[in-house]
């Protein structure tokens, strides 16, 4: 179990209680596009209304493109507050997809109206917060307010590429999200990178160097 700073000079034991019963406002976050080859990385941050509640939250990569949707307006109206935050791609490439990542989770939080009194995040990093924390391995399909950031994160992203596919027809970023697909790398191929691709990614920058693979 990873904690933030305030718990990690407790025993483990005390450790776990203080997870699970500290009184107070509890945050789920989670991210979206770590993976693909374009774009920034966004984050989520959620505090769920308990008098509010939403059904069908679920990690958000087993729901459909129409269910995601619905829910994401859900969410922005029953929450008692959540906000979204990215790190851009030059951001992703000075500082690696990892600590970017943590960046914008960190900045999701900070985002957020309400402080928590702990934050749950999907996974097992933690980025540096100023509140008890806990990572949690596959907490956007067990935890309903990782699985509401996860909405949240993956939607959002999903919009950017379907706004940045109007500048950039030639990729298809509406289709296939900034993944590595076939017809992702042979657009690369063909067209070379644009200004949102990450150039320290392997594929694109095999594309800038020449390299042919």
């Not at 933030?4 to 596009?33: M, N, R």
């Not at 985002?111 to 509140?131: H, I, M, Q, W």
Request: net charge positive; with cysteine; hydrophobic share 45%.
């Amino acid at each position: 179990m990873r904690s933030s700073k305030y718990s990690k000079a407790e025993p483990a034991t005390q450790q776990a209680a203080l997870i699970w019963h500290v009184p107070g406002l509890v945050a789920g976050v989670d991210e979206a596009g770590r993976g693909p080859l374009a774009g920034p990385v966004v984050a989520a941050a959620v505090i769920l209304d308990d008098l509010q509640p939403i059904k069908g939250l679920a990690d958000s990569k087993i729901l459909t493109a129409l269910r995601r949707e619905k829910l994401f307006d859900e969410i922005r109206a029953k929450a008692l507050c959540c906000s979204i935050a990215e790190a851009s791609v030059e951001e992703i490439d000075q500082l690696n997809i990892l600590q970017a990542t943590l960046l914008a989770m960190r900045r999701a939080v900070a985002g957020l109206r309400l402080k928590p009194s702990k934050v749950l995040v999907d996974g097992n990093r933690l980025p540096v917060l100023d509140v008890l924390a806990e990572a949690i391995v596959k907490g956007d399909a067990t935890v309903p307010a990782i699985s509401a950031a996860s909405i949240l994160a993956k939607v959002h992203r999903d919009r950017w590429c379907a706004e940045f596919d109007q500048q950039y027809p030639q990729y298809g970023f509406a289709r296939h999200k900034g993944y590595g697909t076939a017809e992702h790398l042979a657009a690369l191929r063909a067209h070379g990178a644009c200004p949102q691709h990450r150039k320290t990614f392997r594929p694109v920058t095999d594309v800038l160097s020449g390299v042919s693979r």
